[in-house]
């Protein structure tokens, strides 16, 4: 089992950044898969970054939003900059373990889900 816990969410003006960590336990964290996913009201939740084999984002964080991995804090995170409205949602980690080549961009795709942050961006 693989326990989640996210942390760094909160509220920011337009055009501004926030980090989110996520702290994994349970497993080898190097033998993971890890992702952020975002969830807004009414919505499906959707992918947002990965850091598998590689490391990939959805279009509409491309070069906003970073994501990177500490090995040796058992952490991953994500840099969100230039934030805009459209962003707010509740944003969650999740994690498998796999380590794949293959792009990993669904929910149904992993195990284990923490319990989510909010962020919100203010106008």
């Known amino acids: 089992q693989v326990q989640l816990h996210e942390s760094g969410g909160g509220l920011v003006e337009a055009g501004g950044s926030l980090r989110l960590s996520c702290e994994a336990s349970g497993l080898p964290f190097r033998s993971l898969s890890l992702a952020w996913f975002r969830q807004a009201p009414g919505r499906e939740r959707e992918f947002v970054a990965a850091?598998?084999?590689?490391?990939y984002y959805a279009d509409s964080v491309n070069g906003r939003f970073t994501i990177s991995r500490d090995n040796a804090k058992n952490t991953v995170y994500l840099q969100m900059n230039s934030l805009k409205p459209d962003d707010t949602a509740v944003y969650y980690c999740a994690a498998i373990q796999l380590m794949s080549a293959a792009r990993m961009t669904e929910p149904y795709q992993y195990d284990y889900w923490g319990h989510g942050t909010q962020v919100t961006v203010s106008t």
């Open positions: 850091a598998t084999w590689n490391i």
